[in-house]
């Protein structure tokens, strides 16, 4: 089966997100995540698609964004290029989260569903190899649909859903000392969940 994003352009892939309820300026995801960050820190958001977060996180945090789709990757360059930015090739890279290496993270952050695209059997090991990038009181936050709410599938995904009910007592034994819940709505009234693993 091909590659489902190859069907979704870089102007879709905003329209996806105004769809499900995180496109707005600024975006309510963005604004539930920053309350979990510090000024300055070091953080790596894993899919970083069209910049739709990355633009603004770069402006207080030494951001690193990745992708495994170039097309995505080209139109966050070239906002960027608009912008004067000249070292973009320092902090975007493409590449899988599956291949890249990196250390001392203060967050690694999974935005907007992107768990859910790595195979379930596979989810355990990506939280282990995020685990394994963090700095010493780094953390790792996913935000996807809170349970029992809508999930939007564009055609040809096949989504593994993450809820934290289901996860809670695995945390412990993958190596987390703390995990908590929490949940917000957006402007289009989807209740969505932040999960805070440290
Ligand atoms: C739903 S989009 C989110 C894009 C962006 N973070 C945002 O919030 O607007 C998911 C992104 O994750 C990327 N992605 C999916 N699996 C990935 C992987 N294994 N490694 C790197 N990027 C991945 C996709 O290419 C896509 O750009």
């Known amino acids: 089966m091909g ?97 890249f290496q990196g250390k001392g993270f203060d967050t690694i952050l999974f935005p907007w569903s992107v768990i859910t695209e790595f195979e379930q059997k596979n989810q355990e090991f990506i939280l282990k190899k995020a685990k394994n990038m963090l700095s010493e009181k780094g953390k790792i936050i996913l935000d996807n649909p809170a349970k029992g709410t809508i999930y939007n599938t564009p055609k040809g995904f096949i989504l593994a859903k993450f809820y934290y009910d289901d996860w809670k007592s695995k945390f412990q034994k993958i190596g987390f000392k703390e995990h908590k819940k929490l949940t917000y709505t957006t402007h289009n009234g989807r209740v969505r969940e932040i999960v805070v693993l440290s």
């Open 3 to 99: 590659d489902p994003y190859d069907a979704i352009s870089p102007s879709e892939l905003q329209k996806e997100a105004k769809k499900v309820g995180l496109g707005e300026s600024p975006p309510t995801d963005l604004i539930q995540i920053k309350k979990l960050l510090t000024n300055g820190e070091k953080i790596l958001e894993v899919g970083c698609g069209t910049g739709r977060l990355g633009k603004l996180l770069m402006k207080d945090y030494d951001y690193v964004g990745i992708d495994k789709h170039k097309q995505y990757l080209e139109y966050f360059r070239e906002i960027l290029r608009k912008k004067g930015e000249k070292n973009q090739n320092k902090f975007l890279h493409h590449i899988s989260f599956e291949n």
